[in-house]
C-alpha cells in the first residue's frame, strides 16, 4: 500500500495556527473561515494565492507566503516582521511636512 505524499503548504500551515494559538484564533486574525482551515490541514490538495498572503499577515510574516506557495512567491522580497521598513503607512509624517 503506497501512501500518499502529504502537500508541502501543510507543515507551515500547521506551523500558523501554532503561531497564532489555534485554529479559531488563526481564523480572526486571517479572516479564514476556521471550516476551510480544518479542510486546507486535512483535505485540500493547494492553498490559494489569497490564502497564503492572509496567513503572511495573520503571522506577522512568521510563516511566510512562500512557504505556502513557493511556486508563486518563491524569490519574493519577504516583507519585515514585525513592521519594520517598507510597512504601510511609513512616511506618512514627511509627505504631510512636505506638502
Avoid: N
Amino acid at each position: 500500500m503506497t501512501k500518499k505524499q502529504e502537500p508541502a503548504f501543510r507543515q507551515p500551515l500547521r506551523d500558523a495556527i501554532a503561531y497564532c494559538g489555534s485554529q479559531s484564533d488563526l481564523e480572526r486574525r486571517s479572516g479564514i473561515v476556521q471550516q476551510t482551515i480544518s479542510w486546507l490541514l486535512l483535505r485540500a490538495e493547494r492553498i490559494s494565492a489569497e490564502h497564503a498572503v492572509a496567513i503572511d499577515r495573520a503571522t506577522d510574516g512568521h510563516v511566510p507566503k512562500h512557504r505556502l506557495r513557493p511556486d508563486l512567491f518563491e524569490g519574493l522580497p519577504a516583507r519585515p516582521i514585525g513592521g519594520g521598513a517598507g510597512t504601510e503607512g511609513e512616511g506618512t509624517e514627511q509627505a504631510e511636512a512636505a506638502a
